[in-house]
């Protein structure tokens, strides 16, 4: 007779599980939200759908926006207008002319 540690031991080991209380798989029906429709009729929506498409869209579209319109605040922008204030403060010409000895 074996003792209770050692059948713990050789039910892990051939990968028994005595708590699933079976398998939990719905197979597919092809219905959207696992609806059949009814011939002649429209569906009728949930009361949650209509908050959440607006959500949804509506805040890809803010952060679309958000994005399209953010200000430019990279290194090389700023280093760019830094350089132009300095080289202005000098005298120099801040247009670049390429030489002609290409």
Do not use: C
């Amino acid at each position: 007779m074996l003792r209770q540690p050692a059948l713990r031991t050789l039910a892990r080991a051939q990968g028994v599980r005595h708590a699933s209380h079976g398998p939990s798989y719905n197979p597919p029906s092809g219905y959207i939200f696992g609806e059949r429709p009814v011939q002649g009729q429209k569906r009728v929506r949930e009361a949650w759908e209509t908050i959440y498409y607006v959500g949804m869209f509506g805040g890809m579209g803010l952060a679309a926006a958000i994005l399209v319109y953010k200000p430019d605040t990279s290194i090389q922008t700023w280093a760019l207008q830094e350089a132009k204030a300095r080289m202005e403060a000098r005298g120099d010409k801040i247009e670049y002319k390429p030489s002609s000895s290409a």
